[in-house]
């Protein structure tokens, strides 16, 4: 199968959250029960520490990202919960996708963390953007009712693979032939963002 190979190039700003603007983490939309602490990381580097003992306290700390229509894209990161209470309670990442005037368009969330003192990977990878996708919001969170502390870290999204040929079949019976002529249908991924939607390309060869 033909692939479309894409740029793996981090789109999320300050995933690790080194950088700073003034006071605050740059990038990040932070309510009062997140914050950005030194030497919480994964490798002694600075993370961001979710922290609540209230369990009708349901927040999210949230980064925007560019996203483009009829692309794919991959999410990794690490979480580490310090304390985790509540039922079954778990932090992780969400991927929400919006319009250009600010429409929830989407969504998809990572694989929860719930094993207390050791740091974790999570992952996910969306579906083709909708063609109405404008934009994208990470959230870190920690599920609803949980309260105790998590520390977020090295968190990266990219574009991926996308295939752009969706179905191949040709005019052989069973697509098995010894000669003669052979026509060959190649159907485009309208996921593509290469081609428009709906092609179907078609070539005729000769079979020795």
Request: proline share 5%.
């Amino acid at each position: 199968m033909l692939t479309l190979l894409i740029c793996a190039a981090n789109l999320v700003a300050n995933g690790g959250f080194e950088e700073w603007v003034g006071t605050k983490p740059a990038g990040w939309q932070l309510p009062p029960t997140f914050a950005v602490a030194k030497n919480v990381g994964r490798n002694g580097s600075c993370g961001l520490v979710w922290t609540s003992d209230k369990a009708s306290e349901y927040t999210l700390a949230r980064a925007r990202v560019a996203l483009r229509p009829g692309y794919r894209y991959q999410l990794s990161g690490w979480v580490k919960p310090v304390t985790l209470a509540g039922e079954e309670p778990f932090a992780a990442y969400y991927l929400d996708y919006y319009s250009k005037d600010g429409k929830y368009v989407g969504g998809v969330g990572s694989v929860g963390a719930d094993k207390v003192g050791v740091w974790q990977q999570v992952t996910l990878e969306t579906r083709s953007m909708p063609a109405d996708t404008a934009y994208g919001e990470v959230l870190a969170y920690a599920r609803q009712g949980a309260i105790g502390s998590a520390v977020f870290d090295d968190l990266v999204i990219t574009e991926t693979v996308i295939d752009s040929i969706e179905n191949v079949w040709t005019s052989a019976y069973r697509d098995a032939a010894t000669g003669g002529i052979v026509r060959v249908i190649a159907e485009v991924n309208p996921s593509a963002p290469a081609f428009l939607p709906g092609i179907v390309a078609t070539r005729t060869m000769r079979v020795a």
